[in-house]
């Protein structure tokens, strides 16, 4: 299968992890939503990343819809989710939290870094950042202490929420260090620390 998306993009990474945790072999499509649209398009009619195409020429669009329909084709005791119940509506709640943290990043990113000079509104770019970081606040305060000791966010397994926890506590530190650091976030930057190097997640860093 082929990955379309460029790993600056938090939710090409976010699959490609999976898959790497899955042990599912993959190419790459290297484009961006900046000069690759023309080849993004052959795949995507919205012109977004991430794009899966699989291997009978199917082709997923949209991280969540494509880990789920990845998600199918695991054995349910392999798959990256929890599997009680009573863990599904956390589970939820907390992969809310980190992927909506990542797209007012990915919002602020645009107003600053993609529109002409007179066109940016710098408090629109702040409220964006803001709500990215109240998002992951949010996040570490629903976070289980098992993280602190080398555990997971949930059951004791890593899931999807790991992975999304790890990749939106690399981009919103690296991009506003002074409000998201491991004072402020340390359950989450517990996980990154220990996560982040591992080949399935380092293997993906932009
Ligand atoms: N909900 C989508 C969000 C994907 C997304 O926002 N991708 C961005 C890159 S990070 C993109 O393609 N932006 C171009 C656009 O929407 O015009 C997902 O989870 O896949």
């Not at 990474?13 to 898959?19: C, D, G, M, Q, S």
């Not at 669009?61 to 798959?79: E, H, N, P």
């Not at 999807?160 to 690399?170: G, P, R, T």
Request: glycine share 8%; with cysteine; aromatic share 6%.
């Amino acid at each position: 299968m082929k990955l379309v998306g460029v790993y600056l993009s938090p939710f090409v990474r976010r699959v490609a992890i999976a898959l790497n945790c899955y042990g599912i072999a993959f190419e790459r499509v290297e484009a961006s939503v900046v000069d690759g649209r023309a080849t993004i398009a052959q795949y995507n009619g919205l012109v977004r990343v991430p794009s899966l195409i699989l291997d009978d020429g199917t082709v997923l669009i949209d991280s969540q819809q494509i880990l789920a329909d990845l998600d199918r084709q695991v054995a349910q005791d392999k798959r990256l989710c929890p599997a009680l119940e009573k863990s599904q509506r956390p589970y939820g709640q907390m992969l809310a939290l980190l992927t909506g943290a990542l797209e007012k990043m990915v919002a602020t990113f645009y107003e600053t870094r993609r529109r002409p000079a007179e066109k940016i509104w710098p408090e629109w770019a702040a409220q964006c950042g803001d709500q990215a970081v109240g998002g992951i606040v949010a996040a570490e305060a629903g976070a289980s202490d098992d993280v602190l000791l080398g555990g997971f966010l949930f059951e004791q397994r890593l899931t999807h929420a790991d992975i999304v926890a790890v990749i939106a506590y690399e981009t919103l530190s690296g991009a506003l260090p002074d409000r998201v650091n491991v004072t402020v976030l340390p359950k989450l930057a517990a996980l990154a620390s220990r996560l982040g190097p591992t080949a399935a997640f380092a293997s993906t860093r932009p």
